[in-house]
Nanobody, 126 residues
Framework: QVQLVESGGGLVQAGGSLSLSCAVS????????MGWFRQAPGKEREFVAC????????YYADSVKGRFSISRDNAKSTVYLQMNSLEPKDTAVYYC???????????????????WGQGTQVTVSS
């Protein structure tokens, strides 16, 4: 059974920073593509960022490029999302996900990830 547990969400003022973590149980963390998605009230879940199993390639949604940074520590089975220059439009529940998606068209699709965390709330005040 693979479990993902996010932490690090909270309330921050616009322009501030937050760091999210996602700890993954199981023995095959190193094989997973790890993604971060978010869902704001009344909106569909959207792709934020992902990092491939090797850690060598990362991808970002245009809306967060240059502000967010994804990384992973395979020894700790943990993926991180560093969020800087936060804006009110970044307010959402943030989810981490694990799967085997590869290729630019696949990694942004939530339905191609196999395992999900419970989500952590990020609120950015203006």
């Amino acid at each position: 059974q693979v479990q993902l547990v996010e932490s690090g969400g909270g309330l921050v003022q616009a322009g501030g920073s937050l760091s999210l973590s996602c700890a993954v149980s199981g023995r095959t963390f190193g094989a997973y593509t790890m993604g971060w998605f978010r869902q704001a009230p009344g909106k569909e879940r959207e792709f934020v960022a992902c990092i491939m199993s090797s850690g060598g390639s990362t991808y970002y949604a245009d809306s967060v490029k240059g502000r967010f940074s994804i990384s992973r520590d395979n020894a700790k089975s943990t993926v991180y999302l560093q969020m800087n220059s936060l804006e009110p439009k970044d307010t959402a529940v943030y989810y981490c996900a694990a799967g085997y998606a590869s290729g630019r068209s696949a990694i942004v699709r939530a339905n191609l990830y196999d395992y999900w965390g419970q989500g952590t709330q990020v609120t950015v005040s203006s």
